[in-house]
């Protein structure tokens, strides 16, 4: 059992929407970095949260581990006697207090900001990281206007450190049981992002991971594996869609978006926030009072005003 009360909060199945704005509000955060500042770096961080109860930058490095977790659960949940002068709180979590963008840092805080800079990346999908560069090859093919008859098979060079995790076994990938299966199958990932021109939350649902459309495509796409692959110090994706009419269309994607290379822009950031709170059983007028009070967070005198949107 998990001592952190915050921690307990947003395990519980019935807070699931608790869960879901949480992770609005510290998108909301990260999006006010990037944009307040001017500087596209801060933007280029994501927060995760995982099924053992810690927040993740890029799978490595725990924001909540990095300091005292009730501290931040007395904040964000209002408790009675918190301290609630975002400085004196977040400078103590280096990391998450440079996302915030302040402005007066420390030089260790400074040297963390460069290397935070460095080795943060904004997930634009919510599903399996190193889905996200084929899933963008899909969306470049459906915007040239390719249609799902028109397609009779495609075909990816992968890394070798892939399959195992999001091809195999392919008869389980092709059709996954369940949207949080989806998440992990390289097949769908790729098949919805084609209809939907996307890969948020309402793409794996339950619902969508039944969808026959999504399911017929995903059933077209094999895999050959590539020696020469970059995985897993780069994450690549690439395409070669064969047409019933003989032609053949090759894509490549050279990166992850969201990094350091092709940071996401504002809008998507927007995007992907107004998305999550939707998902999340939000209203939008709702949503974008949060979003204003985010982006003006770090001029806020303290930081009660959270207490506006508490469940």
């Not at 560069?133 to 070798?160: F, K, S």
Request: hydrophobic share 40%; glycine share 8%.
């Amino acid at each position: 059992m998990y001592k952190d009360p915050f921690v307990r909060l947003l395990l519980s199945p019935e807070k699931r929407l608790i869960r879901h704005l949480t992770i609005i509000l510290l998108l909301a955060v990260l999006v006010y970095a990037g944009v307040a500042s001017g500087d596209t770096g801060y933007a280029n961080g994501y927060l995760n949260f995982n099924r053992w109860g810690s927040w993740q930058y890029s799978s490595r490095t725990s924001a909540l581990n990095a300091a005292d977790g009730n501290s931040i659960a007395d904040i964000l949940l209002g408790a009675p006697g918190a301290t609630t002068d975002p400085q004196g709180q977040f400078e103590r979590l280096n990391r998450v207090y440079v996302i915030l963008g302040a402005t007066e840092l420390n030089n260790q805080t400074k040297i963390e900001t460069a290397s935070l800079q460095q080795d943060i990346t904004f997930k634009p999908y919510a599903c399996g990281t190193m889905i996200h560069p084929y899933i963008d090859c899909m969306i470049r093919l459906a915007e040239q206007g390719v249609a799902a008859d028109d397609i009779a098979a495609i075909e990816c060079e992968t890394g070798e450190g892939l399959v195992d995790r999001l091809w195999e076994p392919l008869a389980a990938k092709h059709r996954p049981p369940s949207g949080y299966a989806a998440k992990f199958s390289m097949p769908f990932g790729m098949a919805v992002g084609f209809f939907d021109r996307a890969a948020g939350l309402e793409q794996f649902t339950d619902e969508k991971a039944h969808d026959p459309r999504i399911l017929a495509l995903a059933g077209r796409i094999r895999y050959i594996i590539d020696p020469a692959n970059e995985y897993p110090a780069n994450y690549t994706g690439h395409i070669r869609v064969s047409l019933r009419n003989g032609h053949t269309i090759e894509l490549r994607q050279p990166h992850m978006r969201g990094g350091k290379r092709e940071p996401l822009s504002r809008d998507e950031l927007v995007r992907k926030f107004h998305g999550n709170a939707l998902y999340g059983g939000w209203a939008e007028a709702d949503a974008q009072r949060l979003l204003a009070f985010c982006l003006d967070i770090v001029r806020q005198p303290d930081l009660s005003g959270l207490s506006q949107f508490r469940i």
